[in-house]
């Protein structure tokens, strides 16, 4: 059975930093583009960042502007996004996903992540 | 990246057709046969519906078809369910190599 874990959500304070992680298990990890998608509360899907199987590509939203480091561990099974300098605005359930985009989509359930002072 | 425009909300009945539509530009939707649909239930994962403008993954029901032209992308939901109530986002592939969703679409089955 195929599975998303995502971990490492929680409540930060703002200028703070939060590293998610998402265990992939019941695929061949290494051989799949991963995504980052998040939902802030009340608002719609937002792509966040693509990174390819073999980390060669690696693709952010323009908002981010340098704040977010997507990367992965083929060796662990393991996608990871590092958030700096987080705001107000970054509040929002985190997802991630493989291949969203093709017949081979599978989404986590998410984790949230709270900017608060 | 500017969000896809997509209608706030859309209702139908039981056993109608609705259609829901999707509107970029010449740099994402209009430019490539990269457009996804997806459903979203609250407190729940997304769930791809169709990808490839047109193409439904395994286990979908041909009760969702999608389409496009020129830079709006359709996603058509007939014989309405009651299941079928949730949001609904569009996405597409876009010049910069990046993706971008719509805004959202809340449907109501009344």
């Known amino acids: 059975e195929v599975q998303l874990v995502e971990s490492g959500g929680g409540l930060v304070k703002p200028g703070g930093s939060l590293r998610l992680s998402c265990a992939a298990s019941?695929?061949?990890?290494?051989?799949?583009?991963m995504n980052w998608v998040r939902q802030a509360p009340g608002k719609g899907l937002e792509w966040v960042s693509s990174?390819?199987?073999?980390?060669?590509?690696?693709y952010y939203a323009d908002s981010l502007k340098g704040r977010f480091t997507i990367s992965r561990d083929n060796a662990k099974n393991s996608l990871y996004l590092q958030m700096n300098s987080l705001r107000a605005e970054d509040t929002a359930v985190y997802y991630c996903?493989?291949?969203?985009?093709?017949?081979?989509?599978?989404w986590g359930q998410g984790t949230l992540v709270t900017v608060s002072s | 990246q500017s969000a896809l425009t997509q209608p706030a909300s859309v209702s139908g009945s039981p056993g109608q057709s609705i259609t829901i539509s999707c509107t970029g530009t010449?740099?994402?939707?209009?430019?490539?046969?990269?457009v996804s649909w997806y459903q979203h239930h609250p407190d729940k994962a997304p769930k791809l519906m169709i990808y490839?403008?047109?193409k439904r993954p395994s286990g979908i029901s041909n009760r969702f078809s999608g389409s496009k032209s020129g830079n709006t992308a359709s996603l058509t939901i007939s014989g309405l369910q009651a299941e079928d109530e949730a949001d609904y986002y569009c996405?597409?592939?876009?010049?910069?190599?990046?993706?971008?969703f719509g805004g959202g679409t809340k449907l109501t089955v009344l």
């Open positions: 990174i390819s199987s073999s980390s060669n590509h690696i």
């Open positions: 490839d403008v047109s």
């Open positions: 996903a493989r291949d969203p985009w093709s017949s081979s989509s599978y």
């Open positions: 996405a597409s592939y876009t010049s910069s190599s990046t993706w971008v």
């Open positions: 010449s740099s994402d939707v209009g430019g490539y046969n990269y």
């Open positions: 019941g695929i061949t990890f290494s051989i799949y583009s």
